[in-house]
């Protein structure tokens, strides 16, 4: 994962820099790399929440250009790596709304673009396999390869596994359903003294 800071959405170019600078990495060294995720979510800008509507779209877009400029370092250094994004489960919901004008999961996943995307349902937004199958149903039915991404906190421990066999036997039907990734907030003591 990389680009996990909000300020490549104000100077797009610096995500073509720095995957350019990991895929050398990989390339001179030899590994083996299945993918590049990127986690700079325009929502999570501290001014996303006051934006007007056009403001939002403005910030949408250079986020866009993040996405391709990253696209564009991978079709240049590793053409094979998969590229993925997180993105937050209400974008395509929103763009129906005429709040963006391009936060469908076609905007986002395309030969330009990403391989899939990874909509993040947590903090409310999951907790229960209704939730997820419903804040996730956007990205599906946008016909798009869609990871679903959910928090362990959300879900009680002892069921979380019958959680994502649930999960997993309702999406199975869908082709653009890729899986679930699981993810865990840690706030770590010593990360205030960086």
């Not at 986020?63 to 994004?85: D, H, W």
Request: contains cysteine.
């Amino acid at each position: 994962m990389c680009l996990e800071n909000t300020d490549y959405i104000d100077n797009p170019i610096l995500a073509y820099n720095e995957i350019s600078e990991i895929l050398k990495f990989v390339n001179e060294n030899n590994l083996d790399i299945e993918g590049i995720h990127i986690d700079c979510e325009p929502h999570g800008r501290e001014d996303w929440k006051t934006a007007s509507v056009e403001e939002k779209n403005d910030i949408f877009n250079n986020y866009l250009k993040v996405i391709e400029y990253g696209r564009q370092a991978i079709n240049e250094f590793r053409p094979n790596t998969k590229y993925s994004a997180a993105v937050a489960w209400w974008y395509s919901a929103i763009t129906k709304n005429k709040e963006l004008v391009y936060g469908r999961g076609g905007d986002l996943v395309n030969k330009d673009r990403l391989d899939f995307i990874i909509p993040m349902i947590y903090d409310g937004a999951g907790g229960t396999v209704e939730k997820v199958i419903s804040n996730s149903e956007d990205y599906i039915t946008d016909n798009v390869s869609t990871v679903i991404g959910i928090a362990v906190n959300d879900y009680n421990y002892n069921n979380f596994n019958n959680i994502i066999q649930e999960i997993k036997k309702r999406r199975r039907e869908s082709k653009y359903f890729k899986g679930i990734s699981i993810f865990a907030n840690h706030l770590y003591p010593d990360w205030d003294d960086f």
